[in-house]
């Protein structure tokens, strides 16, 4: 994401919204990545059921990492 827009920091997101599950994860099972110029950080979460509050949680965690990168604060992994 970082190389391709040319952004100092990229977010990727990916996981298990629903309806349905797959054969390895449950729903509600999200990963959180974000790409810094010298470390990446992934986030593994469980946000439980219901597909829209999935979405906004995976949103809000994304987010959050951002911000901490830029204030200096660790980083959640």
Request: aromatic share 6%; charged share 25%; glycine share 14%.
């Amino acid at each position: 994401m970082r190389e391709k827009l040319g952004t100092d920091l990229g977010i990727g997101i990916t996981g298990l919204a629903g309806p349905g599950r797959d054969s390895k994860h449950d729903v509600g099972t999200v990963y959180i990545a974000l790409a810094a110029p010298e470390k990446s950080y992934v986030k593994e979460t469980n946000l439980g059921f219901g597909r829209e509050r999935i979405r906004i949680m995976a949103a809000n965690h994304g987010l959050d990492m951002v911000r901490r990168f830029l204030t200096g604060l660790p980083v959640e992994e």
